[in-house]
Structures are given as structure tokens and as C-alpha cells.
């Protein structure tokens, strides 16, 4: 029996699942996953202790919930008896993540210290590797990385990605059927917010600040003044609406200034609340307004429409193009006044809606399974790679080098 089987036999301990990404900045969607993944992995699994990695440590005192850092995984990996990678944007090799986020040791690789090398110490340790969802955008994978992702994909029992650019793009390292396109975790939200705690400290919020209903979130962030010029022009057909704007990325400088001062009727809060009760403000709104990927995922979840600024054609955003309440801003009739009066409100519950619902479910119950699944037998890939390494380490502008190594990993 090797250990992992037999400490995964040992009743008296929970299921510890290392979840890996971007979990110690402040921004609404990166904060979400680790919330959602134990809610649902428990709902699977029994007792399970979820274990967020990412650069900084967090505490209770001042945090959603306890962060690890990365420079403590050497030590603790071999405890773990499974890691997820993921989700969020976090398939990059680009340096800037955020202003001033970066490593707290000089020897973690920025950016795929928390995501490709904790892959790669779950398959040199034979703990299974899962891809929860994550995704890329519009970005470009180095060919330094190649051999390195071919190795973590062959070897991880699941693979889901979130977007269809993205599972292109992982198509390259592994067999096409192995690579599964799902929704965004996320697309879980509204079956969790029932009765959650979150709503009653929403409710209170708002009591505080004297926001009443109906009201529209607008993200505090840029290239929003078409939405907010329309508001402004055509004030007289939504006399009684009010608007609550929300920092959902601090740390990628979202800020109330950038919304015009002149739009009437707003709010901001004092502090930044938990994702949860992000959420919850979101759900109770009669619309969105922002870039952000998950603020539009949250209103879909409670059935209100998206305007966005964003170019819904490409990378990322495309896994919202089939929604019919995501209103890109480029399609506003800026003359008719009837534009966005007619489009905020809850509708209808969309069939698209249901399906992803279904098809996070499923993706979680694969994830279930391969955690109690032994990675055991990626060892001897490593094993074989490790082996292989020179190759990589020669200087050889011809590329022979890293064709030598594809042909020991395939």
C-alpha cells in the first residue's frame, strides 16, 4: 500500500486538497474559487480540508479565509492528496499579474509558481493533478514551456478549462478528448447563495448605506462613460433607480473615480466585504455594469442583464457571447431612450443557464472522483523526464533538443 493509499484510508483525517492560484489579492472572482471548490467537493468527499496556495500568506484576522504561501508547498506537498489547479486566468507566463504582485522568494519562477511548478511537484510526488476550469486569454504559451506542459497534462487524470480558446490552446500538449470544456465554477454561485449568511450582512449594508431597490451595479472602473452618459441623458425613464458602485479588483485599481460624479443617485461602500457578500449585493441589483468576468457571471446566476465593455468575441469572454442578456456597450443605440430600460430587470431563466449549472455539477463530480483516484504512476513519468532533462539544459537553437525530450515523455 503506498502512502497516499493509506493515508486516504485513515478515518480520522480529512481529504487535504491544495488549491492553487492567485488567492491573497483582492479581486472578487480569484477570492471566489477556493469558497466554491469546498463547498462542493465537501457536498462529495465528506470531511475535506482545502488548502489555498498562492505567493503571500493570509490570516483569518484579515482575509475570506486562510492563505498559504507557496514557499511553505516544498514542505507541505507531500501531505496533500490532491492538488487543483486553478480556476481563474492563471494559464500565463506574463510577469504582470497586478501592480507590485510578485513572489515573496526570489528562487519561486513568477508567474507559473502557482500554477505549473506546483503541477509538477504533484506529478514528481504521484498526487493527482486537476485542471479546475482554469483558463487563458489572448495570451501566447513560450516554447521553453512546452516539454514542461506536455509532462503535467499527460500525467493529470482531469483536465477542464473554461473557455474554447483555451482548450485549443491545451490541445497542443495532450489528446484533444482529454481536455473538457465546462463553465466557469462560478456558474455554481446561485445554488450556494440560498440561505447563505452572506445575504442578511448584504441586507445590512444596504440598510446602513440607504440604498433601496431597484438599483444597478456599476464596477467602479474605466470605459464605462457610455453607460453612464445614457443614464445621464435619458434620466426621465428610470427616475427611481439607483446605483451601487463596487470595487470588485482593488488590487487592479478599480476606484470610484472613474465614474462620473455627476450620475445621480449612487453608492459606494467604506470597505472592501467578502466575495460572498459581493455576491450577495450583486444578486439582490436589477443589472451590471463592468468588465469584470465574474461580475457578469453573478448576475447571470441571479438572472439580471450584463452591459460590458468588453469585446465578448475573444479569448476569455467568449464563454459569455452565447448568453443573450450580455449587452456588449458597442451595440448601445445611444439616441434611443428606451435602450436600457428595456434590457435591467430580472428575466427569464435562461435554458443556457440550467445547462452550465448541470455541466458544473458533472465537472465536480469528476474532480471528486479523480481525487480519490492514486496519481501514483506519473512518478515514472517524471521519473523519465528528470532523465531527459540535459536536454533542456543544452544550448541548442536547432530545437533538436526539445524533440529528444517529447519523444521520452510521449
Known amino acids: 500500500m503506498t502512502k497516499f493509499e493509506s493515508d486516504t484510508q485513515e478515518k480520522k483525517r480529512p481529504w487535504r486538497i491544495g488549491i492553487f492560484g492567485t488567492f491573497d489579492v483582492q479581486n472578487y472572482g480569484d477570492l471566489l474559487f477556493p469558497i466554491l471548490a469546498e463547498m462542493e467537493l465537501s457536498q462529495r468527499l465528506g470531511s475535506v480540508e482545502l488548502i489555498p496556495f498562492s505567493y503571500h500568506a493570509k490570516s483569518l484576522e484579515d482575509w475570506p479565509y486562510k492563505v498559504v504561501s507557496l514557499a511553505d508547498l516544498p514542505s507541505m506537498a507531500i501531505e496533500l ?5 486553478g480556476g481563474g486566468f492563471i494559464i500565463r507566463f506574463d510577469s504582470f499579474i497586478a501592480p507590485g504582485y510578485v513572489p515573496t522568494e526570489a528562487w519561486i519562477h513568477h508567474p507559473t509558481g502557482y500554477w505549473l511548478t506546483p503541477a509538477l511537484i504533484g506529478v514528481q510526488l504521484g498526487i493527482p493533478v486537476i485542471w479546475n476550469a482554469p483558463g487563458m ?6 516554447q521553453w514551456s512546452h ?3 506536455s509532462l503535467v497534462l499527460q500525467c493529470s487524470p482531469y483536465i477542464a478549462v473554461r473557455d474554447e480558446p483555451s ?10 478528448d482529454r481536455v473538457k470544456l465546462v463553465p466557469d465554477t462560478a456558474f455554481s454561485l446561485g445554488q450556494h447563495m440560498n440561505g447563505h449568511p452572506a445575504q442578511e450582512e448584504a441586507r445590512i449594508l444596504r440598510e446602513q448605506l440607504g440604498l433601496r431597490k431597484p438599483y444597478v451595479v456599476i464596477q467602479a472602473t474605466q470605459n464605462l462613460e457610455k453607460f453612464t452618459d445614457h443614464i445621464k441623458r435619458f434620466r426621465s425613464e428610470l427616475p427611481d433607480l439607483e446605483f451601487l458602485l463596487l470595487r470588485l479588483g482593488p488590487v487592479l485599481c478599480d476606484h470610484e473615480a472613474f465614474i462620473d460624479r455627476e450620475l445621480p443617485n449612487t453608492y459606494s461602500l467604506p470597505e472592501w466585504p467578502s466575495p460572498m457578500v459581493l455576491a450577495a449585493l450583486v444578486a439582490e441589483s436589477e443589472g451590471v455594469a463592468g468588465h469584470s468576468y465574474h461580475l457578469a457571471i453573478t448576475a447571470l446566476c441571479a438572472e439580471i442583464p450584463v452591459f460590458t465593455p468588453s469585446d465578448i468575441s475573444i479569448g476569455k469572454f467568449t464563454a459569455l457571447s452565447r448568453f443573450s442578456t450580455v449587452y456588449p456597450l458597442s451595440t448601445m443605440d445611444c439616441d434611443d431612450p428606451h435602450w436600457l430600460s428595456s434590457r435591467i430587470g430580472r428575466k ?14 458533472q465537472h465536480w463530480d469528476q474532480v471528486a472522483d479523480s481525487i480519490k483516484s492514486s496519481g501514483s504512476s506519473s512518478r515514472i513519468a517524471m521519473n523519465k523526464f528528470l532523465m531527459s ?7 541548442d537553437k536547432s530545437g533538436t533538443a526539445e524533440t529528444g525530450l517529447q519523444g521520452e515523455i510521449d
Open 137 to 142: 486569454h489572448c495570451n501566447e504559451i513560450p
Open 348 to 361: 427569464s431563466p435562461l435554458d443556457l443557464m440550467a445547462n452550465a449549472r448541470d455541466e458544473v455539477r
Open 81 to 85: 492528496d490532491a492538488i487543483l489547479i
Open 147 to 149: 516539454p514542461l506542459l
Open 389 to 395: 532533462l540535459p536536454f533542456l539544459l543544452e544550448i
Open 167 to 176: 482548450k485549443k490552446a491545451m490541445e497542443q500538449f495532450v489528446d484533444h
